[in-house]
């Protein structure tokens, strides 16, 4: 063990220019997983009724939600990591199983590998949770005198989030290698060619069968009458809006992808298309978070519309409480499309030599760029629309009793669906240098 | 009639001079191979003729007009209308099939999708890959791959055909085949060809050499 | 290996007579010098000699009477002996090609131009072979024979590249 941990030292310090990005990016995703979980161990470890202004965390019976909900945080968090783990994975194999030519066994070279990425978690999780700390302490001075804010994440339980963190970064980190396999003489790309599952979308039958059933009730005027069980399972199928978008975005994109593909015109969407069908996944685990934040959305703005719509001023409780939520939805898209930004980044390095054989044949640089942007919008528009159609669709009592308030929610629910699209467009014209760089002739020499 | 002319052309990467005042002609019609040992230059000077970069000093003429100093647009404009482009393998789009990677440059170049599919069959079957048009990259032998690669460097009639080691990884039979095969293709279309390659047999199937050393021209470049 | 094993090799077929030996020869062994017809009737008649072939019959066809002959079991046997010994490598290295070259840097010092002439010859035979591979009705034999040479000329090439490269470094070497 000693000799391995010796030869860990030693390839710490070597890899390609991607291999060290990508255990900056893991050290970063595990320093934000870090971040989340101290965040909702201090929230827990908050104690009485506070000031009305810190919103959801001021009374303590919300401050479990609360908790969850910057734990729900960690999923993009997830997907960036997994996706980051990803990146150079074939060199990082490569540089691995050339150990095995050296006379490492297959075991050892497995230690090496975990060695390599619990090394990196546990830095991203000392950073997380020392820069965590710094900022509480500046944020504690500007508490007032004997707050009841002013208190510490438990130590036991910051030592248990980092390690939960490690742990799990490790875990991630070593399965995504998955798709690359190694043998001493070689590394070749495993090709996933089972597509995505679309069993996730029979989710959405119970919440929407129930709630068309409800909106068509109330519209015979046969409202108002739910026992307290039927509306104790309406509530409750609702929570499969979001796990239904999150288990089936990347059936959506591969079958949006598919459908695209068959009917395209044009070269740009017949590469954006067929590129997307062969790599549905990343996409979807990224676009999964965007769905659920669109759904999470569309909810927070039909409370939004119900307190205009009564005409209530709002208590400072609820404005912290909105502002708190859409940060977070807008934390979750930011990472969501952070975790895209490294997958493209990764396919780019991959598909290199085929685009710049394409553009040496006399397809322009921006005719490839605008195949990144269709991939964008071919994978983001039919995850984003569903969203917001089944949040809508179970929402829609609500929605019909809010009168002209509804195009508030409306109006949040197409936002959120938005953002969702512009996200992931972005990411595509933030590849741009990239790009630029995958196509360049240099790329063509083969001597 | 001269089509494709070199006048002094100079590339460095970084510190290493790839091609040191290369001057050459080309004639319309003819089958030209410019061979050399491995870093000699030889791709960096097809990237040149072909406008794929431009060259640090010197002139390439195509046609009477002078080419490297037209800008990017331009250029993928020519690179799309009058020449086409074969590579090693590996080079075709691997979640395409056979007959979409061939469409592509006509589907870039406007064409409408059935007519693109149309005209790439037709290219398939011309070069003995119509059998493999529904097949993906993945699922081709080489010899196949670069017959399909040769289909889509035709598919737009080029005047001119730039191949990069176009037999690098083939067995020297199949190699030969797909030579012939773009050969012939060529002559049916009376296009000039342009082959980079370090083997002298592949040499032999041009009507002439030119022979790079050290990023400069060597001998053969008598007719 | 002796013209007396190619002809046994062409009479396992079957019976053949002088002429249709020679015929066959020359085209199945293209690139070979064609036999004369006194060569191959004196070698017959070695053959008989041996024991390994035997007169067969006659036939008259459109010119003179000529004699079949059919192999014999020794010949068959000695046919099998023959393809089952290997050719021994031979060091090709007193090929006046070789001898040039030396001479070119015993005479002037230098091989380069000497070098590029020779390859531009090579090339033009080169070019010449592989145009005959390319006739239509060419046949297996015609390919095998222009495949041999092109790899014999393909081999002289890459010699002449590594032989350039060598006195490159040598005359490096002397001037440092």
């Known amino acids: 063990m000693r000799a391995l941990l010796t030869v860990a030292g030693m390839l710490g310090h070597g890899g390609s220019p991607p291999e060290r990005a990508r255990v900056r990016l893991m050290a970063v995703g595990a320093a934000l997983a870090t971040w989340f979980l101290f965040g909702a161990a201090n929230v827990l470890a908050l104690h009485g009724q506070l000031d009305q202004r810190f919103g959801p965390i001021a009374d303590p019976g919300t401050r479990g939600g609360s908790a969850f909900g910057i734990a729900l945080l960690l999923l993009p968090v997830a997907a960036f990591l997994y996706q980051s783990g990803r990146l150079a994975a074939a060199d990082r194999e490569r540089r691995l199983s050339a150990l095995r030519l050296a006379g490492a066994t297959p075991r050892e070279v497995r230690v090496l590998g975990a060695i390599e990425v619990t090394r990196t978690a546990a830095l991203g999780a000392v950073v997380g949770a020392a820069s965590y700390l710094l900022l509480q302490l500046a944020a504690r001075s500007l508490l007032p005198p004997g707050s009841r804010a002013d208190v510490d994440v438990p130590p036991l339980w910051g030592l248990a989030a980092m390690a939960l963190v490690i742990v799990a970064a490790a875990i991630s980190g070593m399965r995504a290698g998955g798709h690359v396999i190694a043998t001493p003489l070689g590394v070749t790309r495993r090709a996933n060619v089972r597509p995505p599952r679309w069993y996730g979308l029979l989710l959405l039958v119970p919440p929407c069968t129930i709630y068309l059933a409800v909106w068509l009730l109330a519209a015979l005027g046969d409202a108002g009458f739910f026992s307290d069980g039927a509306r104790l399972l309406m509530t409750l199928s609702l929570v499969l809006v979001p796990v239904a978008l999150m288990r089936s975005a990347a059936w959506m994109v591969w079958f949006a992808a598919r459908w695209v593909g068959r009917r395209a015109g044009s070269a740009e969407t017949l590469l954006a298309a067929r590129a997307l069908e062969a790599d549905a996944r990343p996409w979807g685990r990224a676009l999964a978070v965007v769905g659920l934040t669109v759904s999470v959305g569309t909810g927070v703005g039909l409370v939004e519309a119900d307190f205009l719509a009564i005409g209530r001023h709002p208590d400072p409780f609820w404005v912290t409480s909105f502002v708190l939520v859409s940060l977070a939805l807008l934390v979750a898209i930011v990472v969501a499309a952070a975790a895209l930004l490294v997958h493209q980044a990764e396919s780019l390095l991959e598909r290199g030599p085929v685009l710049a054989a394409l553009r040496a044949g006399g397809a322009s640089e921006r005719e490839l760029r605008r195949v990144l942007t269709r991939q964008g919008l071919i994978a983001s528009v039919p995850v984003c629309g569903l969203a917001v159609a089944a949040s809508l669709v179970t929402l829609a009592g609500g929605v019909a009793i809010q009168g002209v308030w509804s195009l508030l929610t409306i109006g949040h629910s197409l936002l959120m669906g938005g953002l969702g699209v512009v996200a992931a467009v972005l990411v595509t014209t933030a590849s741009r240098r990239r790009l630029r760089r995958a196509i360049a002739p240099e790329r063509l020499r083969t001597e | 009639m001269t089509l494709l002319e070199a006048r002094h052309v100079e590339k460095a990467f970084g510190r290493t001079h790839a091609l040191r005042g290369v001057s050459l002609t080309i004639e319309s019609g003819e089958t030209v191979a410019i061979t050399g040992p491995s870093g000699s230059g030889k791709s960096t000077l097809l990237h040149c003729l072909s406008g794929i970069m431009s060259p640090e000093s010197g002139e390439v003429h195509y046609a009477g007009r002078r080419i490297d100093d037209l800008d990017e647009t331009a250029r993928t404009r020519l690179r799309r209308e009058d020449f086409g482009i074969v590579f090693q393998l590996d080079r075709l789009v691997p979640e395409l099939t056979a007959v979409e990677n061939v469409a592509l440059p006509l589907l870039f170049a406007g064409r409408g999708r059935a007519e693109a599919t149309t005209v790439a069959l037709g290219r398939l079957d011309e070069v003995g890959a119509a059998d493999v048009a529904e097949s993906r990259p993945a699922e081709l032998s080489g010899g196949q791959l670069q017959r399909v690669a040769i289909a889509r460097a035709l598919v737009t009639t080029p005047k001119v055909i730039f191949a990069d080691e176009p037999t690098g990884a083939l067995d020297s039979v199949a190699g030969e085949r797909v030579l012939s095969l773009l050969m012939g293709a060529a002559r049916a279309n009376k296009a000039t060809v342009v082959i980079v390659t370090h083997d002298n047999q592949v040499a032999a199937h041009a009507d002439r050499e030119i022979v790079l050393r050290d990023g400069a021209l060597v001998g053969g470049v008598m007719a | ?176």
């Open chain 3, 1 to 176: 290996m002796s013209t007396g094993h190619i002809l046994l090799g062409l009479l396992t077929e079957r019976p053949k007579h002088g002429y249709e030996l020679k015929r066959e020869h020359d085209e199945r062994l293209p690139g070979a010098r064609p036999l004369a017809y006194g060569q191959v009737y004196a070698t017959l008649q070695r053959l008989e000699r041996d024991g390994r072939v035997a007169v067969a019959g006659t036939v008259q066809e459109a010119g003179p009477e000529r004699t079949v002959y059919e192999i014999t079991e020794e010949g068959t046997a000695e046919v099998r002996r023959w393809l089952a010994e290997v050719e021994p490598p031979a060091p090709y290295v007193s090929s006046p090609l070789f001898s040039r070259v030396v001479m070119a840097l015993v005479a002037e010092g230098a091989a380069d131009t000497y070098l590029l002439r020779q390859r531009a010859a090579h090339l033009e035979r080169m070019r010449e072979l592989t145009a005959r591979k390319r006739a239509a009705g060419v046949s297996v034999g015609e390919l095998l024979a222009a495949d041999y040479a092109l790899h014999h000329l393909d081999a002289d090439l890459r010699w002449m590249e590594t032989a350039r490269q060598r006195i490159d470094d040598l005359i490096q070497e002397i001037r440092s």
